[in-house]
């Protein structure tokens, strides 16, 4: 498939966002069982808040440089009956809006508990507006990878390492944002965000190269024989029915070089699961405030990349139809 | 349930394109048009195509074929690009089981193109709407035509007459019949959509001609010349009725 830059910051910026987001939370749950120290409401809560925002809005803002139509993207709602995408529109903004009414709560102060679980959990409506949060965050990670693993055709991507390497993706570097997040205002939760994040990193390291693993062996349904039909081990195609491009030969290509793709594999490896690693370690033996920040900018650029080749990765059926095109 | 379709014949199609062109014609200045096109005259051409003839080559030369090979949407009975528009702009029409995209819906986010296997949908760069084979929708439905008429724009122009255009799903119409003593198969079975459309592959037309079927082994003007093992009165084949 041909990589849309406009998906990849989608998929990257909003994964990020809701990743932060659910660093947050965690930290709050945490706070709560006294396991951390409370933050700051507005220092801490509010700015994070505002930062996943952020990060969401400028997804939003990329995914409408796909659109043919921006101005008529709400009808995308419509049919979240059967479509992963439909169900993606109305997830983010929910989400959004969720975060936005976190933000708010703790940057008006409005947390004192309006009950309380056997006397011993405070619940306040931050909390609730953050649980609540966090659950339609991971549901955004479904509807995303959903969006590809759903496509039963394009048998790289039908499979459920897609969702489970677009959540960990998404957690990884959202973790790692909230511990340059927390290294930046000097907030002493660097070490327990670090933490997760090399956790997730890891992890995340795993679930992808099992599918890199999986996407280099796999069969491929579909031959040039059962797209026309012909029952001959010979078949070379002549003419494709143009002589220029057509969106065919546009959309579904992806134009790039095997050493240039290789190239992209062992940057986003490198930059996603190694470098964020090591700087983090780093910062968090020498307290550095600015190398968490290194580490998920590393990590975001390796994102990129890494989404660029999971597009180059897809080989659609219908290039069959495109011979000269390989 | 009728469901439409048309059954292309490569055994008959010379490739000659007069379908892609009647398609253009007729659709760039009908209900789904226009079907833009950039730079005609130019290095690099291209537009939006409905139909487009390709050409494939089976076998190893000298024993090789050319196969003219005609590819529009297929009208699926179980279209994968339908369910994932998240619009609603993709839809199967209940009455006839044509395929259609609402252009004053479709919002250009191209999900439905990657979701057709075949690759028969096109998004149009000028209306930024995605465009697809309609079967002539705004033909076929006419009833301001005569019943001849009522046909796709690719189906009136094929001078050879390889497309044929019915109603799939009534056992006794030319398409079904066709498919069904033509040997018509679909295209990528392995996904499940359905295709309606058919093809008819090629075929060859032999008869078996055996040695004893040219030579009449008793022909009387050899009678003489061949020295028969041992005497023979009359055959079958001398006997005047
Ligand atoms: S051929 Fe493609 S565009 Fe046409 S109905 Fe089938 S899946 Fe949809
Ligand atoms: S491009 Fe148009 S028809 Fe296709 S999925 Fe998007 S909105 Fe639907």
């Not at chain 1, 952020?54 to 009808?75: K, N, Q, T, Y």
């Not at chain 2, 066709?178 to 008819?200: C, F, K, S, V």
Request: charged residues 15%; neutral net charge; glycine residues 8%.
């Amino acid at each position: 498939m041909h990589p849309a830059f406009s998906v990849i910051f989608l998929t990257t910026l909003i994964g990020a966002g809701q990743g932060l987001f659910l660093a947050l939370i965690t930290g709050q749950v945490y706070s709560l069982a006294n396991l951390l120290a409370p933050q700051d409401n507005v220092r801490f809560y509010a700015f994070g808040s505002v930062l996943a925002l952020i990060l969401l809005v400028a997804g939003l803002l990329a995914s409408f440089f796909h659109l043919g139509h921006p101005e008529r993207a709400w009808r995308s709602a419509a049919r979240w009956r059967t479509s992963w995408l439909s169900r993606e529109v109305i997830v983010l903004p929910l989400f959004m809006a969720l975060v936005a009414a976190y933000g708010l709560i703790h940057y008006q102060g409005w947390t004192q508990p309006l009950f309380s679980i056997k006397g011993v959990v405070d619940i306040d409506a931050s909390l609730i507006a953050g649980v609540l949060a966090a659950l339609l965050a991971f549901a955004l990670y479904v509807c995303t990878a959903m969006i590809y693993a759903s496509l039963k055709f394009l048998q790289e991507w039908h499979s459920p390492l897609t969702v489970v390497n677009f959540t960990l993706f998404g957690l990884a570097s959202g973790f790692t944002l909230a511990a340059a997040f927390s290294a930046w205002i000097g907030v002493d939760l660097v070490g327990f965000y670090g933490a997760w994040a090399v956790a997730f990193t890891l992890m995340a390291a795993v679930t992808r190269l099992a599918s890199l693993y999986r996407n280099a062996r796999i069969k491929h349904k579909s031959t040039l024989q059962t797209a026309i039909g012909m029952r001959h081990t010979t078949v070379r195609q002549k003419a494709q029915g143009f002589m220029g491009g057509a969106f065919n030969t546009r959309e579904f290509f992806h134009g790039r070089g095997d050493g240039t793709l290789k190239l992209i594999r062992y940057v986003f490896v490198l930059l996603v699961f190694i470098v964020p690693v090591i700087l983090l370690g780093v910062a968090w033996y020498i307290h550095s405030s600015w190398l968490p920040l290194l580490a998920f900018g590393a990590q975001y650029l390796g994102l990129l990349c890494e989404r660029y080749f999971f597009f180059t990765e897809a080989r659609h059926p219908q290039n069959l139809y495109y011979q000269s095109m390989y | 349930m009728t469901q439409l379709a048309l059954v292309i014949d490569l055994n008959v199609c010379v490739g000659c394109h007069a379908c892609v062109t009647s398609c253009k014609e007729w659709n760039t200045s009908g209900w789904a048009g226009p079907m833009s096109d950039f730079h005609p005259y130019d290095a690099d051409p291209t537009g939006t195509f409905f139909n487009r003839v390709q050409t494939y080559e089976v076998g190893e030369f000298p024993n090789t074929e050319t196969v003219h090979f005609p590819k529009s949407c297929l009208h699926c009975e179980e279209p994968p690009c339908v369910p994932v528009c998240p619009t609603g702009a993709s839809y199967k029409r209940e009455d006839n089981g044509v395929v259609l995209v609402d252009y004053d819906k479709c919002i250009g986010c191209k999900y439905c193109s990657w979701a057709c296997p075949y690759g028969m949908r096109e998004l149009d760069e000028k209306q930024k709407v995605m465009k697809k084979c309609t079967l002539c929708i705004d033909r076929i439905t006419d009833q301001s035509l005569p019943e001849t008429e009522r046909k796709p724009a690719c189906v009136l122009a094929c001078p050879t007459s390889a497309r044929l255009f019915g109603d799939v799903h009534d056992p006794d119409s030319e398409v079904s019949v066709a498919i069904r003593e033509q040997g018509g198969y679909q295209l990528m079975p392995e996904w499940g959509t359905a295709p309606a459309n058919h093809y008819l592959p090629r075929r060859k037309t032999r008869i078996r001609i055996h040695e004893d079927e040219l030579v009449r082994a008793d022909n009387p003007l050899d009678k003489e010349a061949i020295e028969l093992p041992d005497e023979q009165g009359e055959t079958l084949d001398d006997v005047a009725w």
